[in-house]
């Protein structure tokens, strides 16, 4: 009886290493976002692609950072694989299958995932993305704001790739519209996504870009504001 129950119990527990060791199947929640993501963090001043793949590993399946993302997020090159339990969070795994990240879906396509020591991680679709913040190099130079589709700027003005006190020196060329002039810019910054021009006193004019030569002044108006690149 003892060399029996030996015999069972051995089956018993190899029947169960070997369903512990099969491969995972991907599940609808899962078949739903394999593909490629961008991860990021919440600031998006760190932005990187993460591809979740259909292919199995022992803790879940197989993903590929970017070469950028180990440099960006250290916590990356720990992670091995994923897995997105029906109903459940979209998990990023070490090797051992511990979770490194849990992400829930917050909206359409977006997941989020605060992660301590970290921060607050995204993970959401490059084409639903917002666009990434423009780099200082990106928008200095020289520059003209522009009414509506008059052909004369009312002031000409270089945006410097230099900090000052509150952001960028702003350097106005001889010439300007007294309108302008008396605001007296002296800095810009890119808040966001956005540009803005900072007089010495009052608000500060903010522009959304239309394209990379020219940004609009919003709130738009009738007669609109335009920088343009000169």
């Given at each position: 009886m003892t060399r029996l129950f030996a015999i069972r119990l051995a089956a018993i527990f190899l029947a169960g290493a070997a369903h512990a060791q099969a491969p995972p199947t991907l599940n609808e929640s899962a078949k739903a976002v394999v593909g490629?993501?961008?991860f990021s963090n919440a600031d998006r001043d760190k932005i990187c692609s993460l591809t979740l793949k259909s292919d199995p590993t022992?803790?879940?399946?197989k993903?590929?950072?970017?070469?950028?993302?180990?440099?960006?997020?250290?916590l990356a090159n720990d992670v091995v694989a994923w897995n997105f339990p029906e109903n459940d969070l979209l998990y990023l795994l070490d090797a051992r299958g511990k979770a490194l990240?849990?992400?829930s879906e917050v909206e359409d396509g977006i997941y989020e995932a605060p992660t301590p020591g970290v921060g607050v991680l995204f993970l959401q679709?490059?084409?639903?993305a917002a666009p990434a913040p423009k780099a200082?190099?990106?928008?200095?130079?020289?520059w003209a704001i522009v009414r509506g589709n008059s052909p004369k700027p009312l002031c000409q003005l270089t945006l410097v790739a230099e900090a000052a006190q509150d952001g960028m020196v702003l350097k106005v060329k001889p010439g300007c519209d007294p309108t302008i002039a008396r605001l007296n810019f002296t800095q810009w910054k890119i808040d966001g996504?956005?540009?803005?021009?900072?007089?010495a006193r009052g608000a500060?004019?903010?522009?959304?870009?239309?394209?990379?030569?020219?940004w609009r002044r919003v709130p738009d108006s009738a007669n609109p504001i335009t920088l343009v690149r000169q």
């Open positions: 490629t993501w961008e022992p803790n879940g399946f993903l590929e950072f970017d070469k950028n993302c180990g440099t960006l997020f250290p990240v849990e992400f679709s490059p084409a639903g200082v190099d990106q928008v200095a130079g020289d996504d956005e540009v803005m021009l900072l007089p500060p004019w903010r522009f959304e870009e239309l394209d990379s030569n020219s």
